[in-house]
């Protein structure tokens, strides 16, 4: 069985201090891993993937994952909070053995200024 | 390169009745997938196309249905609306299922409110 657990519902840091949102996987076989961001009353946006390349996956506005075999993790960084970084993320897995994507239930960032 | 696109993006229909949204993919991309966002459920699937084909589906009941055109443009319809049915309807593109590093791109989506 696949599945994604998101360790975190809601998670609050103060601009400029680091973010971490802590996401794990369960996986039959070898998995794509995404992080999606969706802002209120708008879709989902990608941020980052993962797909059996490097370890080490950079995205878009500083973001950044590790992918994690032996902790089955797939946890989300930035160095530094941003007033913009405040919404909610969703981590996501896919099966490479089939092509459904299965979301976790999400975490809302809150930054404090 | 366009984005997906979602019509319309804000509807109000009574219970009973039935709606149909649309979606239309990035240029070039044949997979289109549904899925249903509320507070208390997350982010659910709903189904799945690839070349006019459903290749997969939710846990969701009949009245949930879908479609794909030759143009890859899909709609899907929900008939006897319930209240139960007020969601965000959200419509994901992809290119093929086939390649290693599918993944999908989100339309803003359709708010559906039921009253």
């Known amino acids: 069985a696949q599945s994604v657990t998101q360790l975190d519902s809601h998670v609050s840091v103060s601009e400029g201090t680091p973010v971490l949102l802590r996401c794990n996987y369960s996986?039959?076989?070898?998995?794509?891993l995404f992080w999606y961001v969706q802002h209120p009353n708008k879709g989902l946006q990608l941020l980052l993937k993962?797909?059996?390349?490097?370890?080490l996956v950079k995205g878009i506005n500083g973001f950044e994952a590790e992918f994690k075999k032996s902790e089955t993790s797939f946890h989300l960084t930035k160095p530094s909070a941003h007033m913009s970084d405040a919404a909610e993320y969703f981590c996501v897995v896919r099966i490479n053995t089939g092509n459904q994507f299965y979301f976790g239930t999400g975490t809302s960032l809150t930054v404090i200024p | 390169k366009a984005g997906v696109t979602q019509t319309p993006r804000y509807l109000i229909k009574t219970r009973g009745q039935q709606v149909t949204l649309s979606c239309s993919p990035i240029?070039?991309?044949?997979?289109v997938s549904w899925y249903q966002q509320t507070p208390g459920q997350g982010l659910q699937f709903l189904f799945e196309?690839?070349?006019?084909?459903?290749?997969n589906k939710g846990n969701f009941p009949g009245r949930f249905s879908g479609r794909q055109f030759s143009n890859s443009r899909s709609e899907m319809n929900v008939s006897t609306l319930e209240l139960g049915d007020s969601a965000l309807y959200l419509c994901?593109?992809?290119?093929?299922?086939?390649?290693?590093?599918?993944?999908?791109?989100f339309g803003p989506g359709t708010r559906l409110t039921v009253t």
């Open positions: 240029s070039g991309h044949r997979s």
């Open positions: 196309y690839f070349s006019e084909t459903q290749r």
């Open positions: 993962y797909t059996s390349a490097a370890t």
């Open positions: 994901a593109s992809s290119s093929s299922p086939t390649v290693p590093t599918y993944e999908q791109y």
């Open positions: 996986s039959s076989y070898s998995p794509s």
